[in-house]
């Protein structure tokens, strides 16, 4: 049984950074896909950040890009989402998941294990 906890989350001013953690434990062989995955109150879940696995390729929201950087510590099973400069409207709990089959316009598909997320909230 795959397990993914996240940890990280907290209370940060606006400019601040972050760094958001994935354990996972539960799986064999290969590196699995991980992605980050946000809900902000009253909103639909975003996508925000994806490794694929053997770490050959990412992904980043365009809300994100150039802020937000994903990676993976191998011997620790454990992906990281590094926030850097971040907005009020970066507020939400943050969860990750696995697998990624697909990303179609933003959404991430496919994912059937999830971790219970950490909060994330930006504000002055």
């Known amino acids: 049984e795959v397990q993914l906890v996240e940890s990280g989350g907290g209370l940060v001013q606006p400019g601040g950074s972050l760094r958001l953690s994935c354990a996972a434990s539960?799986?064999?062989?290969?590196?699995?896909?991980i992605g980050w995955i946000r809900q902000a109150p009253g909103k639909e879940r975003e996508g925000v950040a994806y490794?694929?696995?053997?770490?050959?390729?990412?992904y980043y929201a365009d809300s994100v890009k150039g802020r937000f950087t994903i990676s993976r510590d191998k011997p620790k099973n454990t992906v990281y989402l590094q926030m850097n400069d971040l907005k009020p409207e970066d507020t939400a709990v943050y969860y990750c998941?696995?697998?990624?089959?697909?990303?179609?316009?933003?959404?991430?598909?496919?994912?059937?294990?999830w971790g219970k997320g950490t909060p994330v909230t930006v504000s002055a």
């Open positions: 490794i694929s696995s053997g770490d050959t390729s990412t």
């Open positions: 539960g799986f064999t062989g290969d590196d699995m896909t």
């Open positions: 998941a696995t697998p990624i089959r697909a990303i179609i316009g933003g959404t991430f598909f496919g994912m059937t294990d």
